[in-house]
């Protein structure tokens, strides 16, 4: 099946005159990456195009990282992008597939029916030679009222329930070594290991290195090289809801059913007060 959350260059670049399709750069990178998402939009980005900070457009008051904001605040943020009702928004990254996925499942909880990710990003995009500008795009501020999913975000106590009855898989995206606790996590003061009975795939094993989701048929080689069942619903976790989205939506290209992102993953979990498992997965 083809993946409904993806469109290709060919199908954004069609649309680039038409007003009710917004491309929109959520570039955010981890700190060892030492880039700037906002500051290479500045530079350069899709003609139109506009910025969402997910860690500005989130709620802070929990001391987590982006975490999903309140619709109050989201409906605000990108109603001043130049975001309106019943509009199509098309998210993309300089990475080619990272956080943008986390804007796709944002504006999907907050009840975006179109809703779409850019396939192979902004990366993709230049090496097709297409269009680019600099500076800030303006839009003229729109109306958008949040229709929040409220199954969309899990809590921790909600993955902890969810372990507990086995209504769903818990899967994490986090590299291998950080899984099994051999690896230190790139956040201080956060423990090692992962939720116990939770199951592990990477999300850069899912991504190829032109940052495009891989295809169906490997995707499913590697869910259940996992030990996911897809027929059942899956929660997906991460090290802050980021790479967590992705997997989001890779189970959208093989017909799975999400069941929700753990929204403070292991940021939150690994925090303390948790359970905390090492080495390889276990199911519970």
């Known amino acids: 099946m083809t993946n409904p959350s993806l469109v290709s260059t060919d199908w954004l670049a069609d649309r680039l005159g038409d007003e009710t399709v917004v491309p929109v750069d959520g570039s955010w990178h981890l700190p060892d990456a030492k880039r700037d998402g906002e500051a290479e939009y500045l530079e350069r980005h899709i003609p139109g195009a506009v910025f969402f900070d ?38 993309y990254d300089g990475a080619g597939l990272f956080s943008a996925a986390r804007v796709w499942w944002t504006f999907r909880a907050m009840g975006v029916g179109q809703v779409f990710v850019l396939d192979g990003g902004f990366p993709r995009w230049l090496a097709e030679g ?5 500076g800030p795009s303006a839009r003229p501020r729109k109306s958008f009222t949040a229709r929040v999913d409220v199954g969309a975000a899990k809590s921790a106590d909600d993955v902890a329930a969810t372990l507990a009855n086995g209504s769903a898989q818990v899967l994490d995206a986090r590299p ?10 790139p956040r201080p003061g956060l423990a090692s290991g992962h ?4 199951l592990n795939l990477p999300s850069g094993a899912i991504v190829g290195p032109d ?4 295809e169906e048929e490997e ?5 259940e090289a996992a030990g996911v069942d897809l027929s059942k619903p899956v929660v997906t976790t991460c090290g802050s809801g980021v790479t967590a989205s992705i997997l989001a939506l890779a189970l959208e290209s093989v017909g799975g059913k999400l069941d929700g992102v753990y929204d403070g993953s292991w940021a939150e979990w690994g925090a303390g007060g948790r359970p905390v498992a090492t080495g390889p997965a276990t199911k519970s």
């Open 54 to 91: 997910i860690n500005a457009v989130a709620d802070t008051s929990s001391g987590l990282p982006h975490m999903l904001p309140s619709p109050e605040l989201f409906s605000d943020a990108v109603g001043k992008l130049g975001i309106g009702d019943g509009m199509t928004v098309v998210a």
């Open 195 to 198: 939720i116990p009975g939770s």
């Open 176 to 185: 291998a070594a950080r899984f099994r606790g051999e690896a230190p996590e």
């Open 211 to 214: 940052g495009r989701l891989a």
């Open 130 to 134: 297409r269009p680019t500008e600099s």
């Open 219 to 223: 995707l499913r080689r590697a869910f």
